[in-house]
Nanobody, 116 residues
Framework: QVQLVESGGGSVQAGGSLRLSCAVSGNTANINVMGWYRQAPGRQRELVASIRGYGTTNYADSVKGRFTISRDSAKRTVDLQMNSLEPGDTAVYYC??????????WGQGAQVTVSS
């Protein structure tokens, strides 16, 4: 089992920055992918950014050049640095990890609100 706890959400004006952090506990040995998703009201949950075992990263087109995902080598934390935030980034952000059996674990969600 894996447990995820997010921190760092909040409210910011457009153009500002926030950093989300996710603490991972439990059995991390078989974690293959770590990432962040978001869900805005009335919309489906979408992938924001992910990082794989060898450090390969993937970003949604809407956040490329503004957001950066990182993790520690022990896969105990995964962070999302968000710069140049826009009102369209307003959503609940969820930390996610997937193991080699493709079982997904989710955090409780962190609200990010960007005002214009």
């Amino acid at each position: 089992q894996v447990q995820l706890v997010e921190s760092g959400g909040g409210s910011v004006q457009a153009g500002g920055s926030l950093r989300l952090s996710c603490a991972v506990s439990g059995n991390t040995a078989n974690i293959n992918v770590m990432g962040w998703y978001r869900q805005a009201p009335g919309r489906q949950r979408e992938l924001v950014a992910s990082i794989r075992g060898y450090g390969t990263t993937n970003y949604a087109d809407s956040v490329k050049g503004r957001f950066t995902i990182s993790r520690d080598s022990a896969k105990r934390t995964v962070d999302l640095q968000m710069n140049s935030l826009e009102p369209g980034d307003t959503a609940v952000y969820y930390c996610n990890v997937q193991n080699i059996l493709r079982v997904n674990y989710w955090g409780q969600g962190a609200q990010v609100t960007v005002s214009s």
